[in-house]
Every structure is written in C-alpha cells, then in structure tokens.
C-alpha cells in the first residue's frame, strides 16, 4: 500500500520516475506484444489497473494447475511487467518493496461489464480517497 509510483493531486496522478516507466511500460503492450491489446490502463499511486484483450488462438485447451507459466497468459504478461518495472527500480536505485505475488483478474462477459470496469479505471484517480487502497 505504499505509494511508489506517485500521488493523486485534485484528481490526477502525478506520476515519479518510477511510476512513469510502469505507466510507459504498460502502454508499450500495444507495440510490443503480438497477443495483447491494452484497451485502457492507470497507474495509481500504490497500483495498476487495466483492461487488456488477449488475441491467443489456442487450438486445444491446456490446463495449468500449479505448474510453470503458459506462453501468451495473462499471468505471463503481468510476470513480465512485474519484473520489468522490479528490474527498473533496482537499476535506477529507487524506492521498491516489490509487487505483492498475485494480480486479480477478472473476465469481462459482457458490455455492462466492460463500461463499469472501463468507467471505474477511468476514474480511479478522481476517486482515489475512497479506493480501497487509498492509504494517507
């Protein structure tokens, strides 16, 4: 919960050097990942929030109960922006205490869905006194 990426002033973040790479990053998926399309994203002081569509073709289903990372996952794609942005951190001496281990995901299912998902990461900054992550 600590702020390692920058502050919300009037209801904009205000991104630090360690912030802006994380925001660059991610907005990188559209040009650096064949699989992925990032719809919509905010870094937010002690978070991240996106939409991101995966383009896999999987011919056949592979299950992954507790084994390594499948290729063109979600979770590999959020393993590599972890530890691109934990590699930047390190590398500039910055303030880091590292992700926490897990990322929550959801399926978007509908229209309904996406415009509320949509909706709250677009105004995340806006309403950021009342995030469940907002800590003074």
Aim: glycine share 6%; no cysteine; net charge positive.
């Amino acid at each position: 919960m600590i702020p390692f990426f920058g502050h919300i002033e009037k209801g904009v973040i205000q991104l630090n050097e360690l912030g802006q790479f994380a925001f660059d990053y991610i907005q990188g998926i559209n040009t650096n990942k064949d699989n992925a399309r990032l719809i919509i994203h905010v870094v937010m002081p002690n978070h991240v929030h996106a939409i991101i569509k995966l383009k896999n073709k999987v011919s056949a289903k592979k299950a992954n109960k507790f084994g390594p990372i499948l290729p063109g996952s979600l979770s590999s794609l959020i393993n590599h922006y972890k530890g691109r942005v934990t590699k930047y951190a390190n590398k500039n001496n910055l303030p880091w205490n590292g992700w926490q281990e897990r990322f929550h995901d959801h399926i978007i299912r509908d229209f309904a869905q996406y415009e509320k998902i949509h909706d709250y990461i677009a105004t995340n900054p806006r309403n950021w006194k009342s995030d469940k992550y907002f800590r003074h």
